[in-house]
C-alpha cells in the first residue's frame, strides 16, 4: 500500500547535539510538507518542499526534498529543549496526502 | 482570532454509545479533515470534505460518519461499530482542496472507551 517511512522513531540527544529524521517513499512525491507537534499538543506546520532537490532553511532547521522526490529529511543544527516533540513528514502521493509516523526528539538539557 | 476549534478535548464512552465530536472553523476554508492519531503511528485520515454538501472516505473510514452542512462545520460521529475507538481524534482544514497547502489542526479530542 501506499506508505511514507520515517526514521527514527525516537531520537534522544543532548542540548546542543544535531538532530535528523528521514522520510521514504516507494513512489515519487508531489510534494513534501513538515509538520511538528508539541508533547500534548496538536500538527504545527512547519514547511512545504515541491521542487526536486529543493532546500530550504528556518533558522536552526534545514529541509531537504531529495532529487528523485521521493525521500527528504529535516535537520536541526544544536538542538535545544524547545526543539521537542514529535516530527511527522506527509507526502503528497497522487493527491494523497501520507504521513510518515513520526519521529519523537527529546533533549537532555 | 481565526482558528478551528473542537469539542470536547477529552471524552469517555462506554462501550455501545455512539459519540459525535465536534470541530468548526472561521478560516473560511473549503476543505476539512478528520485525522485519527494512535501512539507510535502517524496520522490516519478518516474522511476529508471539499465542499459543503459532500465529502469522501478516508483509509480508514470504518465504523465514522461525518456530515457538511456547512462549510465551518465538519462532525465526526462515533458509532458503536468501530471496533477500537480509543484515540487520538484530529480535525484540519485547509484553504483549497486536498493536498494543495498547509493543514490547520485543532487541539484535538481524546477519545477513551470504558
Known amino acids: 500500500g501506499q506508505q511514507v517511512m520515517q526514521i527514527p522513531q525516537y531520537q534522544h540527544v543532548q542540548e546542543g547535539e544535531d538532530f535528523t529524521t528521514y522520510c521514504n517513499s516507494s513512489?515519487?512525491?508531489?510534494?513534501i510538507q513538515w509538520y511538528k507537534q508539541r508533547p500534548g499538543g496538536h500538527p504545527v506546520f512547519l514547511i512545504q518542499?515541491?521542487?526536486?532537490?529543493e532546500v530550504k532553511k528556518q533558522k536552526r532547521l534545514t529541509f531537504q526534498f531529495g532529487e528523485a522526490k521521493k525521500n527528504s529529511s529535516l535537520h536541526i543544527t544544536a538542538t535545544q529543549t524547545t526543539d521537542v516533540g514529535t516530527y511527522f513528514c506527509a507526502g503528497n502521493q497522487g493527491g494523497k496526502l501520507i504521513f510518515g509516523q513520526g519521529t519523537e526528539l527529546s533533549v537532555k538539557p | 482570532d481565526g482558528g478551528i476549534t473542537q469539542s470536547p478535548k477529552y471524552l469517555f464512552r462506554k462501550e455501545g454509545q455512539n459519540v459525535t465530536l465536534s470541530c468548526e472553523q472561521n478560516l473560511n476554508h473549503d476543505a476539512m479533515y478528520w485525522y485519527r492519531q494512535d501512539p507510535g503511528q502517524g496520522l490516519r485520515l478518516i474522511y476529508y470534505?471539499?465542499?459543503?454538501?459532500?465529502?469522501q472516505k478516508g483509509d480508514i473510514a470504518e465504523g465514522y460518519s461525518v456530515s457538511r452542512e456547512k462549510k465551518e462545520s465538519f462532525p465526526l460521529t462515533v458509532t458503536s461499530a468501530q471496533k477500537n475507538p480509543t484515540a487520538f481524534y484530529l480535525c484540519a482544514s485547509s484553504i483549497r482542496g486536498r493536498n494543495t497547502g498547509e493543514l490547520f489542526f485543532g487541539e484535538g479530542s481524546r477519545l477513551t472507551v470504558l
Open positions: 513512489t515519487t512525491l508531489s510534494n
Open positions: 518542499l515541491v521542487k526536486s532537490g
Open positions: 470534505s471539499q465542499i459543503v454538501n459532500d465529502f
